[in-house]
């Protein structure tokens, strides 16, 4: 069983960074993205960034040249946030998924709190 464990995350002024981490275990399959969505008040949850195994990298619009997305290793994806804003504050979720026969299958962190606010 797939299990994502994230840390990072909290308070941080308007301008400020914060970096969260999301270390996976019970990855039996070899090929899979690992990534990041959010979910702002009173909106739907939204892509942040995924970085697949092979290096290819996907950004939300909204953080595009602000956030930057890495992998330490193949089950660890991290996420530097720069230049936050107020509208950033919501639960960011690890993510992690598969297809399999054209199936997508995701697997998800229990979420961590972002809060941007003077």
């Known amino acids: 069983q797939v299990q994502l464990v994230e840390s990072g995350g909290g308070l941080v002024q308007p301008g400020g960074s914060l970096r969260l981490s999301c270390a996976a275990s019970g990855t039996t399959f070899s090929s899979y993205t690992m990534g990041w969505y959010r979910q702002t008040p009173g909106n739907q949850r939204e892509l942040v960034a995924t970085s697949t195994n092979g290096g290819i990298i996907d950004y939300g619009a909204s953080v595009k040249g602000r956030f930057t997305i890495s992998r330490d290793t193949k089950n660890i994806v991290n996420l530097q946030m720069n230049s936050l804003q107020p509208e950033d504050t919501g639960v960011y979720y690890c993510?992690?998924?598969?297809?399999?026969?054209?199936?997508?299958?995701?697997?998800w962190g229990q979420g961590t709190q972002v809060t941007v606010s003077s």
């Open positions: 993510n992690l998924f598969r297809f399999l026969l054209a199936v997508r299958t995701d697997y």
